[in-house]
């Protein structure tokens, strides 16, 4: 009986140890996020689609009627992300980015979420897609599919992660996950 005591004990102590070190994240070191250098001859970039270049402006209509131009956004980070209703990893994305936006919009972060309105089979999926999901931020409406293809598009989602002075930072073809999203956020404020 006493060796089954013993044996529980450093089971429970084993147990303590593994949780406290291995499986606890709370005692992982937190690295602090760096942030995006300024640059100080930004409006001089070249315009263009890669990182260090700055984001061609656009011109579209959101879902509620309002003009929406890229070039109104300097003095503000930017997500510009390319979706569609049926893409499942568009769908998967969503609600992160929503949950972020509400998060960062007080320090100035904004989202826009262009859909490429020509890949839909009913246009009016757009709202619904919008409602289900409960999304805050602009949804510009790429109708034509002209930003589609000035960004060269090739695949669903697609992000562009912009600095203030309108310089696009990274660009990320496919989902970001949650956590890979906040940093990029936290890199741009």
């Given at each position: 009986m006493k060796?089954?005591?013993?044996a529980a004990a450093i089971v429970i102590i084993l147990l303590l140890?593994?949780?406290?070190f291995i499986f606890n994240d709370n005692n992982k070191e937190m690295k602090p996020i760096e942030k995006y250098e300024k640059?100080?001859?930004?409006?001089?970039?070249?315009?263009?689609?890669?990182e260090g270049t700055r984001a061609p402006d656009f011109v579209l209509?959101?879902?509620n009627g309002k003009t929406v131009k890229l070039s109104d956004y300097i003095g503000k980070p930017v997500l510009l992300n390319f979706w569609a209703t049926w893409c499942p990893p568009c769908k998967d994305e969503m609600p992160h980015m929503e949950k972020l936006y509400k998060k960062y919009?007080?320090?100035?972060?904004?989202i826009l979420a262009v859909n490429v309105t020509t890949s839909e089979k009913d246009p009016k999926h757009v709202g619904q897609f919008v409602d289900e999901y409960k999304l805050t931020f602009p949804?510009?409406?790429d109708e034509k599919g002209a930003v589609f293809h000035d960004y060269a598009i090739i695949g669903y989602p697609t992000s562009f992660f912009i600095d203030s002075d309108g310089v696009i930072?990274?660009?990320v073809m496919g989902p970001v996950k949650e956590d890979e999203l906040e940093k990029e956020?936290?890199?741009l404020l």
């Amino acid at each position: 009986m006493k060796k089954w005591i013993g044996a529980a004990a450093i089971v429970i102590i084993l147990l303590l140890i593994a949780d406290r070190f291995i499986f606890n994240d709370n005692n992982k070191e937190m690295k602090p996020i760096e942030k995006y250098e300024k640059l100080e001859n930004a409006s001089e970039l070249p315009m263009g689609l890669n990182e260090g270049t700055r984001a061609p402006d656009f011109v579209l209509v959101d879902l509620n009627g309002k003009t929406v131009k890229l070039s109104d956004y300097i003095g503000k980070p930017v997500l510009l992300n390319f979706w569609a209703t049926w893409c499942p990893p568009c769908k998967d994305e969503m609600p992160h980015m929503e949950k972020l936006y509400k998060k960062y919009k007080k320090d100035g972060f904004e989202i826009l979420a262009v859909n490429v309105t020509t890949s839909e089979k009913d246009p009016k999926h757009v709202g619904q897609f919008v409602d289900e999901y409960k999304l805050t931020f602009p949804i510009p409406l790429d109708e034509k599919g002209a930003v589609f293809h000035d960004y060269a598009i090739i695949g669903y989602p697609t992000s562009f992660f912009i600095d203030s002075d309108g310089v696009i930072r990274r660009k990320v073809m496919g989902p970001v996950k949650e956590d890979e999203l906040e940093k990029e956020i936290l890199k741009l404020l």
